[in-house]
């Protein structure tokens, strides 16, 4: 069974590769960043809420994240889960581990995936233009969304650095080639088990 977070900038590939790993070794999703876009579809109280942050490039309450968090992580334990834009600040890191902790679980890996700026917001601009998401389509979001990246989830990094949990991946490469090193990394874990 396998239980990952991702870590990386918007635009890193985490949804990717998350999609990927979750196909290849039938462990179920959870990109939070999916569970709100469905809710603002779906026009509801809390979709309504969020999407004026989403569409200014904020983060949505830690509140809000972490109570569909843990009625995700609650659905089907026995089945693990992969991790895609969840945590994103140090108070929703802090509440995973309690939470874990609550329901005796854990993780293996947390997967960093590391790509300049730069490449971050072409591959932004880019995916606006090709799936219409409101958050990709304007430059100033974009850098908004880049810049509370730095600010809120990049200490993340040194909080499972800290932890002995973190691993990098160089996410500047192709999707498949970032795929197989994500593919070694966890066989070459479980092997060493
Ligand atoms: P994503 O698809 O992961 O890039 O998420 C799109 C947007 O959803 C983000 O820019 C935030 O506004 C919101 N969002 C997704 N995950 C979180 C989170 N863990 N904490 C706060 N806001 C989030």
New binding site residues.
Partial sequence: MLRLIFLGP?GAGK?TQAERLSAIYHTPKI????L?RAEVKAQTPLGRQ?KV??DA????P?EV?IGMVRGQLQQSPEQGWIL??????LA?AEALEELLQELRQDYDHVLNLEVPDEVVVARLLARGKEQGRS?DADEAVILK?LQVYRQQTAPLIDFYEAKGRLRRINGNQPMEVVQQHLQALLESCRRTA
Avoid at 57 to 60: K, N, Q, R
Avoid at 84 to 89: E, L, N, Q, S, V
């Fill in positions: 918007p949804g990109s939070t960043g999916d709100l969020a942050y989403m490039g904020e983060l949505v830690d994240l895609d834009g969840f945590p994103r600040t929703q958050d969304r």
